[in-house]
T-cell receptor, first 112, second 113 residues
Framework: DTAVSQTPKYLVTQMGNDKSIKCEQN?????MYWYKQDSKKFLKIMFS???????INETVPNRFSPKSPDKAHLNLHINSLELGDSAVYFC???????????FGPGTRLTVL | GDSVTQMEGPVTLSEEAFLTINCTYT??????LFWYVQYPGEGLQLLLK?????DKGSNKGFEATYRKETTSFHLEKGSVQVSDSAVYFC????????????FGKGTHLIIQP
């Protein structure tokens, strides 16, 4: 069973469109995250979320918004896509009192 | 803020060579330290971790020791294999887990037969 899954694996879209990436974890973790990996492989935290609190990295544009329908899901919505949004986006999860994070396989977003 | 500095590659070695990838950090508080590995086209996998000073994390022949006095967490392996070719990320988390991991820029390791 896949611990952290993301869909789609690849996403190609035009500038200005709105898109979503889904993330699900079956580990029973209470904290989930979104990371962005740029073309140089640099990874940066975008959001972390548990049922109490959303923490947003201050550098993330407000066109990006996480939505959590339940504890096992944290979806990423992106409005008005820009060329610079092209990257690989990783979802991750952890248990609040453990620091180890488990990562999904990533979604490669290409904005044309 | 927190930061992680690691040697940038690519690092190219022959099979069975000794590997060291340097990692140093700055952090507020008392961080937990990690090495993650990313194989081509895949997500990140936790390789090893250490949560307090002088702890040694180990897995699959890789080791790293949490050195508080030098703020370092260097990754070592005695004899690398072609299958170890991947990108290796040093990372830390300080404070609460909700803060997310702070990553180094990654080191691309290439092992030649």
């Amino acid at each position: 069973d896949t611990a952290v899954s993301q869909t789609p694996k690849y996403l190609v879209t035009q500038m200005g469109n709105d898109k979503s990436i889904k993330c699900e974890q079956n580990l029973g973790h209470d904290t989930m995250y979104w990371y962005k990996q740029d073309s140089k492989k640099f990874l940066k935290i975008m959001f972390s979320y548990n049922n109490k609190e959303l923490i947003i990295n201050e550098t993330v544009p407000n066109r990006f918004s996480p939505k959590s329908p339940d504890k096992a899901h944290l979806n990423l919505h992106i409005n008005s896509l820009e060329l610079g949004d092209s990257a690989v986006y990783f979802c991750a999860s952890s248990q609040a009192d453990h620091n180890e994070q488990f990562f999904g396989p990533g979604t490669r977003l290409t904005v044309l | 803020g927190d930061s992680v500095t690691q040697m940038e590659g690519p690092v190219t070695l022959s099979e069975e060579a000794f590997l060291t990838i340097n990692c140093t950090y700055t952090a507020t508080g008392y961080p937990s330290l990690f090495w993650y590995v990313q194989y081509p086209g895949e997500g990140l996998q936790l390789l090893l971790k250490a949560t307090k000073a002088d702890d040694k994390g180990s897995n699959k022949g890789f080791e790293a020791t949490y050195r508080k006095e030098t703020t370092s967490f260097h990754l070592e392996k005695g004899s690398v294999q072609v299958s170890d070719s991947a990108v290796y990320f040093c990372a830390l988390i300080s404070g609460g887990g909700a803060d997310g991991l702070t990553f180094g820029k990654g080191t691309h390791l290439i092992i030649q037969p």
